[in-house]
Structure formats: structure tokens, C-alpha cells
């Protein structure tokens, strides 16, 4: 752990919808940086697990831009289809990030696994590895998880990603059709920063 408190943050992500979200879970006397303030490219993500891969990010754009970097790594976990996307969740949605292609993947997917899925509760989970690094130090690494089921059709225009077809357990709504705030409160992101938040 750092000896004196982070002043100025690198937030280590490419994905716009992820920078608004960790921006706002942030305390608001850090001075925060996105990657586009020094125009960094993503490396390459081939670690094995969503902390591994968040830790290769935090490290690298930490070693970029001299900042100590908070990197998330999240994705979809689906029970039937063998935890998939998981690690390639943001693979899924092809170079362009096109996540419409995505969601129409996992419906695939679920169509060859089973002709009647839509009639079934499909267990999933989003999962959210955070970690924060100082060049090649590793201040901290946490996972959070939600569970939930997957939406038989898109719902909301909400959220990013793989949202609207994701509805968390006890809840009727997707994250899709959820405000931005009540969706911050409870996702696999906010659960994730509750663990890392004293390191800030």
C-alpha cells in the first residue's frame, strides 16, 4: 500500500461507459485522468481471469503515464454455456465494439444449447476484477460479482455493454432499463470498489 494518499488517478480504460462509471465511484479529491489525456492504445489482454487481465491493464497504463492506474476487467459469465463470454465478453462485440452483435451472439449460442431457453431461468453473473498499480507494483486487486439471469429479448436503452439483456437477481428490470444510478449502487462495479475503496 502506498504510503501517502493517491492525489491524482489514472483510470485505465478505453470504453467510455466504464470511465463514467469508476469516475463516479471515485472520491472527488482525486485529480482524475482518462487514457485519452495521453492518447494510450489497450494492450493485450492474456491473462486468464478477469483479475489477471485487469492487473496487465493497470500495470501497463500505469508504466504509460507515470500515474498510479485503476484498471477494471469485467464481463458476462452464462452457467449453461460454460461461464461464457467471461474473459472475452468485450471479444464477443468485435473489434468495433459492436455489443448488439454480442448480444445477438449469446442468444445464439443459447439457441444451439437449448431450442427453449427463453422459457427457463438462464443463470448468469457479471463479475468486475478492479485493481490498482503503481508501474510494476500492485497496490490492490478485488473481484465483485452479481448474479442474475439473462432477459429473453433486449430491454432499455440504459447502460452499456451486454445491460439490457442482463436482469440481477430479485430485481424485474434489466440493467438496460435501470437510471445510471440505480444501476451504479448495486452492479458488479460498485460491489468491486466497496473492497478497494480504502486503498484510495
Known amino acids: 500500500m502506498l504510503k501517502k494518499k493517491i492525489s491524482k488517478l489514472l483510470i485505465g480504460t478505453n470504453n467510455k461507459g466504464k470511465l463514467r462509471e469508476i469516475k463516479g465511484l471515485l472520491p472527488k479529491s482525486i485529480k482524475i485522468f482518462s487514457t485519452s489525456d495521453f492518447?494510450?492504445?489497450?494492450?493485450?489482454?492474456?491473462?486468464?481471469?478477469?483479475?489477471?487481465?485487469s492487473i496487465i491493464k493497470?500495470?501497463?497504463?500505469?508504466?504509460?503515464?507515470?500515474?498510479?492506474?485503476?484498471?477494471d476487467d469485467s464481463g458476462l459469465e452464462?452457467?449453461?454455456?460454460?461461464k461464457k463470454p467471461g474473459i472475452f465478453s468485450a471479444r464477443w462485440a468485435g473489434s468495433k465494439g459492436d455489443f448488439n452483435k454480442?448480444?445477438?451472439?449469446?442468444?445464439?449460442?443459447?439457441n444451439k444449447k437449448d431450442k427453449k431457453w427463453q422459457t427457463k431461468n438462464i443463470k448468469a453473473r457479471f463479475v468486475c476484477?478492479?485493481?490498482?498499480?503503481?508501474?510494476?507494483?500492485?497496490?490492490?486487486?478485488?473481484?465483485?460479482?452479481?448474479?442474475?439471469?439473462?432477459s429473453?429479448?433486449?430491454?432499455?436503452?440504459?447502460?452499456?455493454?451486454?445491460?439490457?439483456?442482463?436482469?440481477?437477481?430479485k430485481k424485474r428490470q434489466t440493467f438496460g432499463e435501470m437510471t445510471f444510478s440505480s444501476k451504479c449502487k448495486i452492479d458488479h462495479r460498485s460491489i468491486a470498489f466497496k473492497k478497494i475503496k480504502k486503498f484510495l
Do not use: H, M, W
Not at 494510450?40 to 489482454?45: D, F, G, K
Not at 493497470?58 to 484498471?71: D, E, P, Q, R
Not at 490498482?132 to 442474475?148: F, N, P, T
Open 102 to 110: 454480442a448480444i445477438k451472439r449469446v442468444y445464439r449460442e443459447l
Open 152 to 169: 429473453s429479448k433486449i430491454r432499455g436503452k440504459n447502460g452499456f455493454g451486454y445491460d439490457p439483456i442482463f436482469i440481477p437477481k
Open 78 to 82: 452464462i452457467d449453461c454455456l460454460d
Open 39 to 53: 492518447n494510450l492504445q489497450s494492450p493485450v489482454e492474456n491473462g486468464q481471469t478477469f483479475k489477471e487481465n
Open 129 to 150: 476484477a478492479l485493481s490498482i498499480c503503481y508501474l510494476d507494483k500492485i497496490i490492490a486487486s478485488v473481484v465483485g460479482k452479481i448474479e442474475g439471469s439473462i
Open 58 to 71: 493497470s500495470k501497463y497504463f500505469s508504466k504509460k503515464s507515470n500515474l498510479v492506474c485503476i484498471a
